[in-house]
């Protein structure tokens, strides 16, 4: 076991590197090999898949179920409107700014921490599994679904993000479809042709007022945005062809497949989606991990933004220091004391599923 103030001091430390090295999606080898040398200092072993960084507790047990940790080192391209060096970790009135400090980097390094903690504990309940993925901003492939293939098997998982250290039980999946009406080129001067936007027009009138039948009674209903739309070539011309594009955030009472098929069902435009691969995700209310966080007071939601959740195939809650809205925006920053609380929140509710609540 290791002292709480030291590992809070060294977490500290181990983000501003962090901040100072590049990271963006597909990129983040470097901060990978930042990850493997900290644990290395502390005497831990990993292995690498990629740019993901595995470990596991020093007294692993096959017979013992395991509690996945994940949390994720890449990041985003900096907004353009940041008035500071988003490289530079600068602390300014109890706020540590810098890329990736909120999103997700002080939700690793406070999984780290609380890894570390238990560590060389024997006799523990369970087993612990750390995977700091790659690719999460951008659901790659080479990220954590990639890395879940070489991990010896995890029971469930607590997924770092920042939630103001809420429990997200649920979380939104995501669709992206490409959509084409088809018509019939004419002159518009003359009654030639089958407009294809009109055509589009009808099914774009569905997707805005459609309503599923079910709805999650954490994430509510199903939602469809027409975000995009192309046609014509000139003024004069019946387009043959109008092509839109559609955002469909999915809930835990269908899977991706399900709405898909209900899609095309109901529309005349030809569907392509781009994957079926980030589906929504659920936990229960009675799993052990949430009846710990809500013995710690904790408040549980249903989440619109998506994770790596949606790549695990395991029960998962998501829940972390710092908070979703700062995620992203200029000059973004986490509160040093958040990453104390997230540290000792984690330790708590791993006390917690020790103490089998």
């Not at 096959?62 to 985003?76: A, E, F």
């Not at 904790?298 to 998501?318: E, F, H, N, R």
Request: overall charge negative.
């Amino acid at each position: 076991m290791t002292d709480v103030d030291l590992l809070i001091a060294e977490s500290t430390d181990l983000l501003q590197q962090l901040i100072r090295t590049t990271s963006y999606s597909r990129e983040e080898a470097e901060t990978a090999d930042i990850i493997t040398q900290f644990l290395i200092n502390a005497e831990i072993p990993s292995e690498r898949v990629g740019s993901n960084v595995i470990a596991y507790n020093k007294y692993f047990e096959d017979s013992k179920p395991t509690i996945l940790l994940n949390s994720h080192h890449d990041t985003v391209k900096p907004n353009p409107a940041y008035t500071k060096d988003p490289f530079l970790p600068q602390i300014e009135d109890g706020k540590l700014f810098g890329l990736g400090s909120n999103d997700a980097g002080g939700c690793l390094v406070s999984l780290i921490a609380a890894f570390r903690y238990f560590n060389e504990l024997q006799g523990l309940p369970f087993n612990l599994c750390l995977l700091a993925s790659a690719e999460e901003e951008v659901s790659g492939k080479g990220g954590v679904e990639e890395a879940y293939k070489y991990l010896k098997p995890c029971d469930f998982a607590i997924v770092g993000e920042p939630t103001l250290l809420d429990l997200a039980i649920a979380e939104k999946g995501l669709m992206v479809l490409d959509c084409e009406a088809i018509g019939e080129a004419g002159h518009a001067a003359r009654n030639e042709g089958v407009n294809a936007i009109y055509q589009a027009l009808e099914d774009i009138h569905w997707f805005q007022t459609y309503e599923f039948p079910k709805k999650s009674a954490s994430l509510g209903p199903v939602k469809m945005s027409v975000t995009m739309i192309e046609a014509g070539s000139q003024h004069n011309v019946v387009p043959a062809s109008c092509k839109f594009v559609v955002d469909v955030r999915t809930t835990d009472v269908y899977n991706n497949e399900e709405v898909l098929q209900i899609i095309k069902d109901n529309i005349k435009s030809v569907v392509q989606a781009r994957s079926t691969r980030l589906n929504p995700s659920s936990i229960p209310m009675d799993h052990p991990i949430v009846k710990a966080g809500l013995a710690l007071g904790k408040k549980t939601y249903g989440s619109p933004t998506m994770s790596d959740q949606a790549l695990l195939p395991i029960p998962s809650v998501k829940v972390g220091p710092g908070d979703s809205a700062r995620s992203h925006s200029a000059d973004e920053f986490i509160y040093l004391k958040e990453i104390d609380e997230g540290i000792r929140f984690y330790i708590a509710l791993l006390e917690n599923m020790k103490s089998g609540i």
